[in-house]
């Protein structure tokens, strides 16, 4: 199979999903089948092996095999890992580290998180995690590329982004990639009708509530005490404030300000104590009191 056919076989595998994520966003279809997502991925990148699984994470090289490498670029629940440990470990053989620091996030979770924020035409966005990109251009094909504003804090990543954008979108405009730290967010453009993370926060930064329009949507992968990433996606209040709920689980890796642990109840959690137990021949129910 071609790029093209396994694109609209990874778009018919996406529809298969729960959730119906495209079904009601016909415009993410389209970007999805029209965006070369290969342009963005890198030539070497790891594939992380199956959860469970021993063994280092094997490294899939494009000049190696053209067709291994494509193929995963198409699997739906794949992510290809395209940096790890900041850079420290090489993309030059299999991977010991799990320690992953960016990535190109499997296509399914791309739709979920585009579908759950709903951008609509003309509006202002702001991405924090720019990574390969891919995102990005996806974001310019709904709401015009000059109104997204995509952060990267690794500035090797920034220009890598900066210059694939260039190449794809050719003679018209491309989003501006901005090197820095995506937890203070960009006032220049400010205020942003959405906002979306593709790093994952213990805490939602201040910044990004200061530069939300009112009726802004915020979507962020957020660190739980679940064992688990969940996505939360906030609709800010126009007085500096936002709520909103968990719409699924996920996996992502951490905001880089945000990677040392901090207690639950520090940034809002309940804890254990905080939970009734009921357990009687109705079965049992934990719920906070
Ligand atoms: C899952 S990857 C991004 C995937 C990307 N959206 C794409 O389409 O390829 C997360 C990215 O967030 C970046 N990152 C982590 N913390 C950040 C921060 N505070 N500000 C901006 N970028 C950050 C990482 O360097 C990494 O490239």
Sequence with gaps: MDATELRERCARQID?????????????????????????????????????????????????????WLGAVYEPTTPLITQIEDGAVR???PAESSEFT????????????????????????????TGTGY?????????GATNVVSMEIQPDIAERAARTLRQYRGDRDVP????GDGESGYPERA?????ISTACVREVPPAWLEQAAPG???????????????????????????????VTV?????????????????????????????VDAGGQRIRLH
């Excluded at 501006?176 to 090197?179: E, T």
């Design 250 to 278: 996920v996996s992502f890796m951490r905001a880089r300000g945000q990677r040392p642990y901090r207690p639950w109840s520090e940034v809002g959690w309940f804890t254990l104590r905080d939970l009734d137990v009921r």
């Design 102 to 129: 960016s990535s190109i996030s499997c296509s399914s979770v791309v739709v979920k998180m585009l579908h759950h924020l709903d951008p609509q035409e003309g509006d202002t966005v702001l991405e924090i995690g």
């Design 191 to 195: 205020p942003y009708d959405r906002i």
């Design 16 to 68: 298969g999903f729960s959730g119906g994520y495209f079904t009601d966003r016909p415009w993410l279809r389209e970007a999805f089948l029209a965006v070369p997502r290969e342009h963005f991925v890198p030539d070497r990148v790891w594939r992380p092996r199956p959860k469970g699984e021993a063994g280092p994470h094997p490294l899939l090289d494009r000049t190696a095999d053209p067709e291994g």
């Design 216 to 246: 802004a949507v915020i979507v962020t992968p957020m660190v739980t005490p679940f064992a688990v990433d969940a996505l939360l996606r906030l609709v800010a209040d126009g007085e500096g404030g936002a709520a909103g709920s968990f």
């Design 91 to 93: 993309p030059d053989g």
């Design 135 to 143: 995102n990005a251009v996806l974001l310019a094909a709904r709401v």
């Design 176 to 179: 501006l990639v901005v090197a």
